[in-house]
């Protein structure tokens, strides 16, 4: 790494995070200070806007970076990550974002308690919805040390430490002093800086190509070294049946995952009503789907213009190949084009990571003051504000965050993403579904639900090949592997919603008729909403 190209990429970055923070600074003098301005912003974005910060949430380093080298790597088994972010976001559209956004205020407990007893449900939801932000927090922060330490041309450990703590610090002031409303302009900010990166990079491959499709193809097949096995399915996936059951449930986790994401669920509150939720959504869809197929281009362009072999001498996971390509696209090391092209695009990756960061955390902030906070706190003491306790969440998931990646940024952390989405998926995902549409959903089930899904998905990644057993795991020296899948989500997923199933059957509680009605039709017609 030049010299050259660090001091640009690192003036790029800070002009974002001047920006962001001039952005925070003016939101928080025109803040009014109650729960609605801090945790929705005061429901006054425009569907076009949501939709852009529900991309800008969504498009995450994992996907700029992660989904591009594993196509550079993999070749046609990296889409399948493509499609299962894509079609995520059908089941978003079609059956959660415009009744959670009818049914809850601020927080996916909003819309379980709406029918049972509060206490126990918001203690469950929240404690899940927390531990999914924090698993992709300490993810996103560990990527944020390693991003910055290939710019400093080295893997220094105190480079990399002093960059989840400068990440973290920034997170807490983004989202204390601004709430909702700056995190959104970030987002919004992030998401137009990524899509422009994205079409200039994709344009110039097509260019390179002279916009021959088949050629680009063609030309990494022949790089790849594995010829036309490389644009067929299973050289990742095909190996043996535990590889398939892998990629299915890798696939069940994605796709079901979204929707059980807090920070996704919390932005569909920004917006005035039902029908605008979905009409961000039907932005979001476009704007990430356009992405989406934008790096399938840039995926199989690494593999023709550098070779597997050069992506992986960087960075052996893949996760460099976006750099390298703009690089080489640019015109190659040493050359004005290839250091201006280089460092845009390392700044607006950590941008991203950034902006990521933001979103995650308020929604965390949320969880712990609105849900966990609220249902703990003893009886009889004066409640303070929640907006309050909310900042000082903020302030108190930063810190764990930082801690934990400070500890983890030797290990890789991949597996951190998919137990997020697995997480989601399994635990977040059945209770919602269940309270939304099954009359004789009780307290009981809605509890088994939620831990039926959270407890099974942590245990049996700890006992996974990711964590021990193989060379590549988190302890290679150690074999205490029991479960053969990565990722639990096949055997976790169906866990949560049987939990759910066999909590309420044996409950001796009734379900309330009337609360089911009321919240069936607040969550078809929105009467009542917030």
């Known amino acids: 790494m030049t010299g050259e190209h660090q001091t640009l990429a690192l003036l790029l970055f800070s002009a974002f995070v001047a920006v962001t923070l001039g952005i925070t600074t003016w939101v928080s003098r025109n803040r009014r200070g109650s729960a609605e ?84 449900v918001r203690i469950a939801v929240g404690s899940a919805s927390v531990t999914v932000s924090v698993l992709y927090l300490v993810a996103q922060m560990v990527g944020a040390g390693s991003l910055v330490a290939l710019l400093l041309g080295g893997t220094s450990a105190a480079a990399r430490s002093w960059t989840v703590i400068g990440v973290g610090a920034l997170m807490v002031i983004y989202v204390s002093l601004g709430g909702m409303r700056a995190t959104t302009w970030i987002q919004i900010v992030k998401a137009v800086l990524l899509l422009g990166g994205t079409v200039a990079l994709t344009v ?38 535990t590889a398939r059951f892998d990629f299915v449930s890798l696939g069940l986790a994605l796709m079901l995952g979204t929707a059980g994401l807090p920070h996704i669920l919390s932005r569909f509150y920004t917006v005035p009503t039902a029908r605008a939720a979905r009409r961000s959504v039907v932005w979001a869809v476009g704007l990430i789907g356009g992405f989406y197929l934008m790096t399938i281009v840039l995926g199989f362009g690494a593999a023709a213009l550098l070779g597997p072999d050069v992506v992986r001498g960087s960075n052996a996971a893949g996760n460099t190949a976006v750099p390298l ?19 845009i695009v390392a700044a607006i990756a950590f941008a991203t990571i950034l902006a990521v960061v933001a979103g995650i955390t308020l929604a965390s902030s949320a969880s712990v003051a609105h849900d966990l906070h609220a249902s703990l706190r003893r009886r009889g003491r004066k409640p303070r504000s929640e907006v309050a306790v909310a900042r000082v969440a903020a302030v108190g998931v930063g810190v764990v965050a930082i801690a934990l990646g400070l500890l983890a940024q030797d290990l890789n952390v991949a597996f951190l993403v998919g137990l997020a989405f697995a997480v989601a998926a399994s635990a977040n995902l059945p209770v919602l ?92 017609t929105g009467a009542g909403a917030a």
């Open 433 to 524: 579904l269940y309270s939304l549409f099954w009359r004789g959903f009780t307290t009981r089930g809605a509890v088994w639900a939620v831990y039926g899904g959270l407890v099974p998905t942590v245990v049996l990644v700890v006992l996974s090949p990711v964590v021990s057993g193989s060379p590549d795991s988190l302890f290679p020296g150690l074999d205490f592997q029991y479960f053969p899948l990565q990722n639990p989500g096949l055997v976790s997923i169906p866990f949560g919603f049987l939990a759910g199933w066999l909590g309420t059957v044996t409950s001796a509680e009734v379900a309330d008729e009337a609360k089911h009605a009321e919240t069936e039709v607040r969550s078809l």
């Open 204 to 241: 110039l491959v097509l260019m390179r190509f002279h916009g021959d499709v088949d050629r680009l193809l063609l030309t990494a097949a022949e790089r790849s070294g594995h010829g036309e096995a490389f644009l067929a399915p299973g050289l990742k996936y095909g190996g043996d049946w």
């Open 325 to 343: 390509l703009a690089l080489d696209l640019g015109g190659g090391a040493g050359s004005t084009g290839g250091t201006v092209l280089f460092a």
């Open 37 to 120: 301005e801090f945790y929705a912003g005061g429901r006054l974005f425009s569907p076009m806007e949501n939709g852009f910060a529900i991309a800008g949430d969504y498009m995450s380093a994992a996907s700029f970076l992660g989904v591009t080298g594993l196509i550079a790597l993999f070749g046609y088994d990296g889409l399948l990550y493509v499609v299962g972010f894509l079609v995520a976001w059908l089941v978003v559209l079609f059956l959660v974002a415009e009744l959670v956004r009818n049914c809850g205020r601020f927080t996916l407990a909003d819309v379980v308690a709406s029918r049972m007893r509060e206490r126990p």
